[in-house]
């Protein structure tokens, strides 16, 4: 864990550092709304070079660098920039996310946010942490009194399906909140600053480290028919689950 955390800080740095420069490198990845800069690229490096150096061994997948085989069982999940468009906007809300899966599971995950400069970290068993300060999710017992974090997609056609989801489900919650950084918004439900969180992820590296936080600190992850990645409190979680699938107009 303190490696992993060394090498998120060591990421968000070189991400503050150029985040004042002029952004450079950028192409468009699924879509055209969906890029990637040199920032993304030179963080994934330096994350995968060094995950390398410690874990020669280990797998590792991360987002712009695509897969790097091993053979001991464990892989790494590694979203260097999580918000590359809060980042290359200029909003602060972005961050480095590192997991580590084994045969069982999610077994370490940490989530950076260099501009605030917390450390959201969590190991399994042992519970979650903002630096040195032990997280507990949300004891809300009233969906309708929730405050709910979600995103959308980056194809205009699926946000567009996601929005009117959202619209549904607005009047039934106290209020929603679209940040834009998947792994800090599920970081923020293990730390109670989100009721709960909703969205559609198809991408391991995007979650990977936030389920394991939100676990940990007494939550509950759910994945819905729709690939949608629903984590809350206990409270209001099943609540939530039946208030999506109304939504969605399904069952599932």
């Given at each position: ?8 800080r ?45 874990y ?15 053979g ?93 989801v ?55 992850v ?24 109304a ?6």
């Amino acid at each position: 864990m303190s490696v992993a955390a060394a090498i998120a800080r060591a990421a968000g740095a070189l991400l503050l550092g150029r985040s004042t420069r002029a952004p450079t490198g950028i192409s468009s990845k699924s879509t055209r709304t969906d890029l990637v800069s040199d920032a993304d690229r030179a963080a994934d490096e330096l994350v995968v070079s060094r995950l390398r150096e410690a874990y020669p061994d280990d797998a590792i997948v991360s987002e712009e660098g695509g897969e790097v085989r091993g053979g001991s069982g464990r892989t790494w999940y590694v979203d260097p920039l999580d918000g590359t468009i809060n980042y290359l906007y200029g909003l602060p809300h972005w961050a480095v996310s590192i997991a580590c899966h084994d045969a069982a599971g999610a077994l370490a995950g940490v989530v950076f946010d260099p501009t605030r400069n917390e450390l959201f970290r969590a190991h399994r068993g042992q519970g979650a942490a903002l630096d040195d300060r032990r997280l507990t999710a949300s004891d809300a017992t009233d969906l309708g009194l929730a405050l709910v974090g979600t995103g959308f997609s980056y194809d205009a056609a699926e946000r567009a399906r996601q929005a009117a989801v959202v619209a549904r489900l607005a009047g039934s919650v106290r209020d929603i909140r679209r940040a834009g950084s998947a792994a800090l918004d599920l970081a923020w439900v293990a730390a109670g600053r989100l009721d709960a969180y909703f969205e559609v992820s198809r991408s391991k590296w995007d979650s990977a480290a936030g389920e394991l936080l939100v676990s940990e600190a007494g939550g509950v992850v759910s994945w819905t028919a729709q690939a949608e990645i629903v984590a809350s409190g206990r409270m209001v979680h099943a609540a939530l689950i039946a208030l999506l699938r109304a939504s969605h107009g399904t069952d599932g």
